[in-house]
DNA sequence: CGGGTATGATTGGGATTCCCAATCAAAGTA
DNA sequence: TACTTTGATTGGGAATCCCAATCATACCCG
C-alpha cells in the first residue's frame, strides 16, 4: 500500500467514524426530544457564557442562525440572554440551572454512547488515538 | 489523570473532531453548490446501486427522507432510479456518468480539505490512528 | 453636540432536511 | 380471488440554515 493510499485509507476512516460519531449524537439528541443542533448548543455552553457572535462562530454558523437556536433553547427553559454591563447591543447566553443538568445528563449519555466504540480498544490504542486526535484537532472553541 | 478521566477526553476528542470533519465536508459541499447530505448521497452511491431502502439504511435516515433527497439530486442529473428486473416495486439508485464525475471530483476535494489535518502526523501516529479508527469504527455500509 | 458610520443582534424569506402517518402499487399467499 | 406484506412515495409540519435587510446602540469626527 502506498503511502497516498495509506493517506487516503486514513481519511476514509475519519469520514466513516465522523458520521458514526454524529449518528449516535442525533440518537441520544432525539432521545431526550431536542435536535443535534440544540444538544451542540448545551454542549458549547457547559463552560462559556459567550456574546451570540462568538457561539456562532463557535458553531460555525450563521449569527441569524444562532439566534433561531438559541430562541427555541430559551423557550425550552435551558438558556437563558442576559445583557453584557457597559454595552446595551451584547447579548450573552448561557445555561440555565436546568439547562446545565440537562447537559451534564446529555454529556454522561454520549460518553455512555461511544463508550462501546472506544471501551474495546487496548490501553495503547486508546492512548495513541487520543494523542494523534489531539495533534490533528486541536481544542479551539 | 484516571482511566475514566482519560476515556472521557478520548471521547471529547472524537466528538470535536467529527464536528470538524463535518464542518470541512459541509465546506466541500458549499462550494460545490450541494449541500451535505447530498454529498453523502454521492459518496455512497459510488461503488453501490442500491435500492431505495438500502440506501436509507446505509445513510441512517427514513426512506422518505431519502425519496427527497433522490428527487433533487435527480433533478440536479447526478442520480438515476431504475427499474429492478422481476421485481417492479423495487427502485434502484445509481450515479449518472455526470454524478461519477462529481462524486470524484468531490472525493479529491474532501480528500484535499482533510489531508491538512492528517498530514502533520508522523507515519506511526497515521498507522495507529488508522488502525484504532478500523477497530473501533468497522467499514459497515 | 449632532450626524454618519460601525458593530451586535434580530427579523423575514426561501430552500432543504427530516420524521411520521397515510397512501399507492406490486407481490406473495391462502 | 381476497388478504397481507413489501417497497416506495406523498403530504404535513417542525427545524435548520443562509442571505439580505433592519433595528438599536456605540463610537467618532467635524
Do not use: C, N, W
Not at 449524537?25 to 448545551?42: D, H, K, M, N, P
Not at 435551558?78 to 446529555?106: Q, S
Amino acid at each position: 500500500m502506498s503511502t497516498s493510499e495509506e493517506d487516503a485509507a486514513l481519511r476514509d476512516a475519519l469520514v466513516r467514524m465522523s458520521f458514526e460519531v454524529m449518528s449516535r449524537l442525533t440518537r441520544v439528541a432525539a432521545e431526550e426530544g431536542i435536535s443535534l443542533s440544540q444538544l451542540r448548543v448545551l454542549g458549547a455552553l457547559r463552560d462559556r457564557r459567550p456574546r451570540m457572535a462568538e457561539l456562532a462562530a463557535g458553531l460555525g454558523l450563521d449569527r441569524s442562525s444562532v439566534t433561531g437556536l438559541v430562541d427555541r433553547a430559551q423557550q425550552r427553559g435551558l438558556v437563558e440572554r442576559t445583557a453584557e454591563e457597559g454595552d446595551a447591543r451584547v447579548v450573552r447566553v448561557g445555561l440555565t440551572a436546568e439547562g446545565l443538568r440537562e447537559a451534564e445528563r446529555i454529556a454522561e449519555r454520549v460518553s455512555g454512547l461511544l463508550a462501546d466504540a472506544v471501551v474495546p480498544l487496548s490501553a495503547d490504542a486508546k492512548a495513541s488515538l487520543s494523542a494523534a486526535l489531539e495533534e490533528a484537532f486541536p481544542v479551539s472553541f
